[in-house]
């Protein structure tokens, strides 16, 4: 068994077996974690770089731990888009990066489709690590995976995603991800915040929470991002908050031994309760653990090689 | 092979015969094996075939369809100002290559075509080209969408139409103003339909693959919403009001009914927008991104069904080059547009012809008669003492198509590597071939 | 393609067992007991044998030794080189290996990269007292200054020869034959 493609793009499209082969490494390598020392030389000699885009704290740092300790020479550049819109173009950055000898770029970006850009002009790995409001591929991958390895399945669990559905990149790798593996997939959120058609990936919209809620076994509390409020897309948090927010209350509508997920950073007293977000259901900071484990699966199983010598 | 020259004593009084070719004129309703002469630039003779009068020149168009030149009404040729991705010269090489005799021009340059002076300079320029241009002028000054240009001033000087293509008028008592004033000179507006405010920062047609792929879409209805005010004012003033490249289905309805109820409103579809769906997107092609986007297939149906229907008047291309730079840059960053003159024909055939959509005469009726009507331009037919614009097409080659094979100064064409049936064989303007296989 | 081979058998079950027990016996012979001791298996088949010599030491000792199980693929020399990575097993190594003395076993000892890998992977975990190697076979031609402390067999070998173990647990049988290309 192995992966298809040499880039991690999209879990659209991506088969139950290769996410499982994904997770199942990363299951493996999880006990990395765990030894005193916990870095490995698997990776000597490979060059990483971190081509971030877009402001970004864990996604990044739980790339570059995965990276160092698979033993990767590690190069982070982060660019504001706005200086480099101005200056170099995304394909000469692409170029230099290329000209000195690099053999996976994980980025990300603001605009939907870079990483499939990358694909195109040079002949490194892509990682993509979030690009604009289509994928996250490797956070889809460590919520699965949170999941996977509290029940021991995924297939029949009813997974519902709260938020913003449709600036959500996590609530796209997500769908895709667990509906691969068979979950049963909801979303929930505002009106104006479900895309068109968006029952046509396979999962069905409520906007109504308590209803979405019904029966449901793992609760993912997407992120508002208070910066895109333009548009009027929600007349004020408070009331999202009144209407959206994971209180405990509202947790009793959940099946026994439920599950409450957030891929941060959390706005605490928006989108959840932090009595919810801290209780004995979150698996907040087991997801932050396991996307070490899941990077560095993605950065063992794509760092072999196509375009290299035999 | 030239008979006619052979046989004796036969003095060619003519410059150029098109010979044993189908002729199809759409307005006269002709389709059939004829021979045409032309001399001093003019349609001088139709005639049964073998005829025995001889010319100078003969070109046997044996197996092949001729028609009236084709005519563009919707073209950026970008001179003034981005000569770097076409100039009026380049631009006309592309329309020839893709059979149009004529193409008219959008006002959207820099400086835009908005005064006279400006109009003066792309007729001066146009001398040089290899196929007839038309200016259209802007409606409002600078395309701001404020104040209206010196609209009897640019007519003077020989535009065609009005337009702020590129931009909507966004405030709807300039638009009134523009039809209402422009009834005096029975000049068209054309009208880019597009609500602002409802595209917002949409980069393609809001849909499921905008949902999939997480882009902000442009919804159906920031089209329709315009189409529906343009022609509640188009109604009342009474004026003609043309729309730009339509993309729904529910514009081609709104432009149907408003037909059935007598208002004086045209329109016209773009290859690109019959012949591609929203799908494509899913490759990041950023020469697949132009404004309105490519919508659904139940929309790509329905422009089908209007132009069956005749909803729809015209095939136009809405040609808008740019260059490599541009274009090869992130999705949300690359320029809306693609170039279309060299493509047009073959989609034409291929989509539309080959697929029993439009029969011969209906489809080059919208590429000739018909926008030659709305704009009141001296063509689109075959006819004696008609300028002398024939377009001689090669039905059934099979061509597939190299971007970088364009006469067109830029490349941004999704159609590359597609295959296409139907060629123009040979481009005659004013009785000069200006374009030939 | 399929070129004439040939398969000699070399160990039957019987001989396998025999030299297990006399493997076992001389690592409590050259450690003076079982005291510090503890085993590691190379993964797949030098696990199990890992375990029946921990077994067998028990038997003879009356001493229960850890046994640890490794997986050495994240340290090979020759990952970025693979068309496909190879699957990652699970490492167990569920005591302290510090000051102990530590016996890693493997089925077949050729060219001694393995054990390179597993020897760097041991002292990843901590710092034992020493490492000693032990074998079923040692079948010869050595690219690292590796050398085992106990083989079962050594058998000379031609170095496109293929060794072929087999193990109970995996294989349903326990035997060694060479196949001749």
Known sequence: MKLRSRHLLALEGMSKDEITLILDTAETLKEILARPIRIVPTLRGVGVVNLFYEASTRTRISFELAEKRLSAEVVNFSASTSSVKKGETLKDTVRNIEAMKIDMVVVRHQASGVPYFLTQCMKASIINAGDGAHEHPTQGLLDVFTVREKYKRIKGLKVVIVGDIKHSRVARSDIWGFTALGADVSVCGPTTMLPLEIEKMGVKAYSDLDQALEGADVVNVLRIQLERQRGSLLPSLREYSNKFGITRDRLNRLNQNFTIMHPGPINRGVEITPEVADGPHSVILDQVTNGVAVRMAVLYLLSGGEGKVE | MNNYEKEKGVVSEFDLAIVGGRVIDPESKTDRIADIFIRDGVIKRIEKPKSKLGAKETIDAKEMIVVPGLIDMHTHLREPGREDEETIYTGSCAAVAGGFTSVCCMPNTHPPIDNQETVKFVYEKAKQAKCKVYPIGCITKNQMGEELTEIYDLVQAGVVAISDDGKPVSDPQVMRNALEYCRMFDLPVISHCEDLNLSGSGVMHEGFVSTSLGMSGIPSVAEEIMVARDIKLAEFTKAHLHIAHVSTEGSVELIRQAKKRGIKVTCEATPHHFSLTHEIIRTFDTNAKVNPPLRSKKDVEAIKKGLADGTIDCIATDHAPHSIEEKDVEFDFAPCGMVGLETALGLVVTELIEKKILSWSQAIAKLTINPAKILNLNGGRIKKNFPADITIIHPKTLWVVDPTKFQSKSKNSPFGKKRLRGKVFCTIVGGEVRSRE | ?181
């Open chain 3, 1 to 181: 393609m399929p070129k004439k081979q040939k398969i000699v058998l070399v160990m039957d079950a019987k001989a396998v067992e025999r030299a297990l027990i006399r493997v076992a016996h001389e690592m409590v012979e050259k450690n003076k007991g079982a005291e510090n001791l503890a085993v590691i298996g190379i993964k797949t088949r030098g696990a199990y044998l890992a375990e029946r010599i921990a077994k067998l030491i028990e038997q003879i000792e009356k001493v229960k030794i850890p046994v640890g199980l490794m997986d050495i693929t994240l340290y090979r020399d020759d990952i970025q080189t693979k068309l496909e990575q190879p699957v990652v097993q699970k490492t167990e190594v569920l005591f302290d290996v510090v000051d102990k003395v530590i016996v890693l076993v493997d089925d077949v000892l050729f060219t001694g990269r393995t054990i390179r890998a597993a020897l760097d992977q041991i002292i990843d975990f901590g710092r034992p007292k020493n490492i000693q190697l032990a074998v079923l076979v040692d079948r010869g031609h050595r690219e690292l200054p590796i050398r085992a402390d106990y083989v079962g067999k050594n058998i000379p070998t031609a170095k496109d020869d293929r060794v072929n173990v087999k193990i109970t647990e995996v294989d349903k049988e326990d035997s060694v034959s060479i196949i001749k290309q």
